[in-house]
Structures are given as structure tokens and as C-alpha cells.
T-cell receptor
Framework: QKEVEQDPGPLSVPEGAIVSLNCTYS??????FMWYRQYSRKGPELLMY????GNKEDGRFTAQVDKSSKYISLFIRDSQPSDSATYLC??????????????FGTGTQLKVEL | EAQVTQNPRYLITVTGKKLTVTCSQN?????MSWYRQDPGLGLRQIYY???????DKGDVPEGYKVSRKEKRNFPLILESPSPNQTSLYFC????????????FGPGTRLTVL
């Protein structure tokens, strides 16, 4: 079983829709949670970075973490065609010998249509 | 402009022919890392470097080498490429470590025949 599971999509929505992207994880040691956006033929870029359970909002984007359910979400309000990209969740945990490990989901492809 | 650059962007080669993918950052970052991205497997870390002359293995280091002789450069070396190393490769850098925001390069698509 993968430590981080993410539905690959593709997910197609009309412009203006609310988009919900999700990841589940199995390791309760994950402490930090991130969402990256990756446009076609580009490297990933960080969108949101959260530590605790609850919601974090940044413009049209809201990241939600539910540690009890081991479930994280990214909501996009008023979606735009420019939001069409692959969204990667990522999670970080400390290592017993020191340092940290970052684990990525496989990404969900989103298309916002006019 | 603050950025991470990689070269080449696309490369087709044959089994066993040594190659190097260069990575350079202009942000004076201490931390640099290489990832490969494969369908269904996501991004997996190959090697990382905490500073000059300090490198360590990631999750999938087999078949790869790196060096960090200068702060800004972190080349990825494939001494004897094999078809299972066909992948999309990303270099990333961060201020100090993996807990800082990582900035990714544009990617190098490698095909090994």
C-alpha cells in the first residue's frame, strides 16, 4: 500500500465551479502537508503549506487537513481555465535518525473548461 | 529572475552511454535535490545535497551519481543508463532544507533506448 494515495483523474469541470481535490495517507507520522501545482511541461510549484488540522485559505484556494481521518483536501473556488494543471499533494514526516522525508502523491489532472 | 535551470530539456540516448544532466540555481540556496517523475509513481527523490560537498541518497539512488562542488550547481550523472531510467527528471532547490519551500526546475525528459 502506498503511503499517499491520490486519484489521478482526469477531473473536468466548467469554469466557475468549486473544485475539490483530495489525498489520503496511511502514516500518522506525517506532520506537514503541501499542495503543488504542475502545469504541462513545467516543474511543480508550491501552492499551499499547512501544519495542523483545520483550514488554511489563500485567495481562491483552501487547504483542509483532517488528521483523524488521514485525509487532506484542496478546494478551488470560482475555478478558471488557468487552473487547468496537475495538482500534487505532498506530506512530510521526521525520520528516526534525523532529517525529514517528503512523500508526493501521484497527482490529479484538472481541466477547467470554458 | 530567481530560477532553477536544467539542461538539456530533452534527451534521447542509448543504453550504456554516460550522460550528465546539469542543474543550476541562482538563489544561493544550500539545499538541492533531484527527483524523477513516473506515471503512477509520482515524484521520487534520487539524491539530495545539504550544502557543498555534502550529498546523500534519496529513495531511488541506484544507477545515479551526483556531485556538489559549487553551491549553485548539482549535476546528475548516469554512468551507464538503462531503459528503466527513462523518466522525467526534476531538479529542485530550497533555502536550507527540505522543510523550506522547494523551487523546481522545468524538467528534463530522458529516453534511454
Amino acid at each position: 500500500q502506498k503511503e499517499v494515495e491520490q486519484d489521478p483523474g482526469p477531473l473536468s469541470v466548467p469554469e466557475g465551479a468549486i473544485v475539490s481535490l483530495n489525498c489520503t495517507y496511511s502514516n500518522s507520522a506525517f506532520q506537514y502537508f503541501m499542495w503543488y501545482r504542475q502545469y504541462s511541461r513545467k516543474g511543480p510549484e508550491l501552492l499551499m503549506y499547512t501544519y495542523s488540522s483545520g483550514n488554511k485559505e489563500d485567495g481562491r484556494f483552501t487547504a483542509q487537513v483532517d488528521k483523524s481521518s488521514k485525509y487532506i483536501s484542496l478546494f478551488i473556488r470560482d475555478s478558471q481555465p488557468s487552473d487547468s494543471a496537475t495538482y500534487l499533494c505532498a506530506m512530510m514526516r521526521g525520520l528516526a535518525g534525523g532529517g525529514n522525508k517528503l512523500t508526493f502523491g501521484t497527482g490529479t489532472q484538472l481541466k477547467v473548461e470554458l | 529572475e530567481a530560477q532553477v535551470t536544467q539542461n538539456p530539456r530533452y534527451l534521447i540516448t542509448v543504453t550504456g552511454k554516460k550522460l550528465t544532466v546539469t542543474c543550476s540555481q541562482n538563489m544561493n540556496h544550500e539545499y538541492m535535490s533531484w527527483y524523477r517523475q513516473d506515471p503512477g509513481l509520482g515524484l521520487r527523490q534520487i539524491y539530495y545535497s545539504m550544502n557543498v560537498e555534502v550529498t546523500d541518497k534519496g529513495d531511488v539512488p541506484e544507477g545515479y551519481k551526483v556531485s556538489r562542488k559549487e553551491k549553485r550547481n548539482f549535476p546528475l550523472i548516469l554512468e551507464s543508463p538503462s531503459p528503466n531510467q527513462t523518466s522525467l527528471y526534476f531538479c529542485a532547490s530550497a533555502q536550507r532544507g527540505i522543510t523550506d519551500t522547494q523551487y523546481f526546475g522545468p524538467g528534463t525528459r530522458l529516453t534511454v533506448l
